[in-house]
Protein backbone atom coordinates (compact mmCIF):
# COMPACT_ATOMS: atom_id res chain seq x y z
CA UNK A 1 0.00 0.00 0.00
CA UNK A 2 1.12 3.58 -1.36
CA UNK A 3 2.19 5.79 1.51
CA UNK A 4 -0.46 8.55 2.69
CA UNK A 5 1.04 12.02 1.49
CA UNK A 6 1.17 13.88 4.87
CA UNK A 7 3.04 10.88 6.05
CA UNK A 8 6.37 11.93 4.18
CA UNK A 9 5.16 15.94 3.77
CA UNK A 10 7.92 18.31 5.55
CA UNK A 11 5.00 20.76 6.21
CA UNK A 12 2.70 18.83 7.53
CA UNK A 13 3.83 19.28 11.28
CA UNK A 14 3.93 23.05 10.99
CA UNK A 15 1.82 26.08 10.76
CA UNK A 16 2.70 26.05 7.06
CA UNK A 17 0.66 23.40 6.14
CA UNK A 18 -2.79 24.69 4.62
CA UNK A 19 -4.60 21.62 4.75
CA UNK A 20 -3.50 20.72 8.45
CA UNK A 21 -6.90 20.65 9.89
CA UNK A 22 -8.40 18.39 7.39
CA UNK A 23 -5.55 15.93 7.29
CA UNK A 24 -5.94 16.16 11.02
CA UNK A 25 -9.19 15.03 10.85
CA UNK A 26 -7.99 12.27 8.41
CA UNK A 27 -5.92 11.03 10.61
CA UNK A 28 -7.69 11.18 13.97
CA UNK A 29 -11.41 9.88 12.97
CA UNK A 30 -11.04 8.76 9.63
CA UNK A 31 -14.17 5.78 10.78
CA UNK A 32 -16.05 9.77 10.82
CA UNK A 33 -15.51 10.27 7.46
CA UNK A 34 -16.67 9.16 4.19
CA UNK A 35 -14.12 7.03 2.25
CA UNK A 36 -14.67 10.14 -0.88
CA UNK A 37 -13.96 12.53 1.50
CA UNK A 38 -10.81 11.04 2.76
CA UNK A 39 -9.87 10.76 -0.55
CA UNK A 40 -10.57 14.33 -1.33
CA UNK A 41 -8.37 14.98 1.49
CA UNK A 42 -5.76 13.21 0.20
CA UNK A 43 -5.79 14.68 -3.41
CA UNK A 44 -5.45 18.20 -1.25
CA UNK A 45 -2.28 16.93 0.08
CA UNK A 46 -1.03 15.14 -2.65
CA UNK A 47 -1.21 18.69 -4.77
CA UNK A 48 -0.07 20.70 -2.42
CA UNK A 49 1.81 24.16 -4.09
CA UNK A 50 3.39 24.04 -0.72
CA UNK A 51 5.54 21.07 -0.85
CA UNK A 52 5.12 20.05 -4.65
CA UNK A 53 8.39 20.53 -5.35
CA UNK A 54 10.55 19.50 -2.49
CA UNK A 55 8.54 16.31 -1.59
CA UNK A 56 11.11 14.14 0.18
CA UNK A 57 10.73 9.90 0.55
CA UNK A 58 11.65 10.08 4.12
CA UNK A 59 9.99 12.34 6.55
CA UNK A 60 12.67 14.73 8.57
CA UNK A 61 11.45 15.18 11.99
CA UNK A 62 13.14 18.10 14.21
CA UNK A 63 15.37 17.00 16.95
CA UNK A 64 17.97 19.01 18.74
CA UNK A 65 20.75 16.78 18.73
CA UNK A 66 24.70 18.48 19.01
CA UNK A 67 26.75 17.41 16.14
CA UNK A 68 30.50 17.36 16.05
CA UNK A 69 31.87 18.00 12.13
CA UNK A 70 35.19 16.96 11.34
CA UNK A 71 37.14 18.19 8.05
CA UNK A 72 39.07 14.81 8.04
CA UNK A 73 41.17 16.87 5.01
CA UNK A 74 42.60 19.82 7.32
CA UNK A 75 41.48 18.09 10.43
CA UNK A 76 39.57 20.77 11.91
CA UNK A 77 35.92 19.99 14.08
CA UNK A 78 33.27 22.48 14.83
CA UNK A 79 30.42 22.09 17.02
CA UNK A 80 26.36 22.66 15.68
CA UNK A 81 23.18 21.20 16.34
CA UNK A 82 20.58 19.23 14.45
CA UNK A 83 17.45 21.55 12.80
CA UNK A 84 15.80 18.56 11.54
CA UNK A 85 16.78 14.91 10.18
CA UNK A 86 16.09 11.68 8.78
CA UNK A 87 17.17 8.32 7.61
CA UNK A 88 19.46 9.73 4.56
CA UNK A 89 20.39 13.17 5.87
CA UNK A 90 20.41 16.57 7.93
CA UNK A 91 19.92 20.10 8.17
CA UNK A 92 22.73 21.28 10.56
CA UNK A 93 23.07 24.85 12.44
CA UNK A 94 26.63 25.53 13.03
CA UNK A 95 28.06 27.34 15.62
CA UNK A 96 31.29 28.86 13.99
CA UNK A 97 31.15 28.42 9.82
CA UNK A 98 33.27 26.08 8.68
CA UNK A 99 35.14 26.28 5.40
CA UNK A 100 33.62 23.41 2.91
CA UNK A 101 32.89 22.86 -0.39
CA UNK A 102 29.50 21.18 -1.62
CA UNK A 103 30.70 17.80 -2.48
CA UNK A 104 33.10 17.30 0.06
CA UNK A 105 33.19 14.46 2.28
CA UNK A 106 33.10 14.91 6.29
CA UNK A 107 32.88 12.80 9.64
CA UNK A 108 29.80 13.80 11.65
CA UNK A 109 29.83 12.34 15.44
CA UNK A 110 26.16 12.40 16.76
CA UNK A 111 25.74 13.38 20.38
CA UNK A 112 22.20 12.87 22.51
CA UNK A 113 22.02 14.12 26.54
CA UNK A 114 22.26 11.26 29.41
CA UNK A 115 19.06 11.10 31.61
CA UNK A 116 20.57 13.33 33.90
CA UNK A 117 21.16 16.17 31.29
CA UNK A 118 24.88 16.73 32.46
CA UNK A 119 26.84 14.85 30.07
CA UNK A 120 26.36 14.56 25.98
CA UNK A 121 26.67 10.91 25.13
CA UNK A 122 27.74 9.91 21.66
CA UNK A 123 25.24 8.10 19.50
CA UNK A 124 26.72 7.72 16.51
CA UNK A 125 29.57 8.56 13.88
CA UNK A 126 28.61 8.95 10.15
CA UNK A 127 30.63 10.13 6.95
CA UNK A 128 28.31 12.10 5.16
CA UNK A 129 28.62 14.29 1.84
CA UNK A 130 28.16 18.67 1.61
CA UNK A 131 25.34 18.98 -0.14
CA UNK A 132 23.69 22.76 0.55
CA UNK A 133 25.45 25.39 2.26
CA UNK A 134 24.44 28.89 3.20
CA UNK A 135 26.78 31.28 5.35
CA UNK A 136 24.29 33.45 6.66
CA UNK A 137 22.59 31.75 8.64
CA UNK A 138 25.36 28.96 9.08
CA UNK A 139 23.50 26.48 8.01
CA UNK A 140 24.64 22.92 6.50
CA UNK A 141 22.68 20.43 4.66
CA UNK A 142 24.37 16.82 4.54
CA UNK A 143 23.17 13.52 3.29
CA UNK A 144 24.90 10.52 4.86
CA UNK A 145 26.90 8.20 2.60
CA UNK A 146 26.43 4.50 3.33
CA UNK A 147 29.06 2.32 4.94
Known amino acids: MQDLPWKICQYF ?11 SKAILIPQ ?35 VALVNPA ?3 SVQGTVLDISSTGALIKLDIWLDVKIGQTL ?9 DKQAEVS ?6 VVKRLAKNPRHLAVMFMSE
Open 107 to 115: ELKIYSYSR
Open 13 to 23: FTEECPYQFEI
Open 32 to 66: MLEPSEIEHIKNLCESCEKCRDEKRTNLRIKKPLR
Open 74 to 76: VKK
Open 123 to 128: VGDRRC
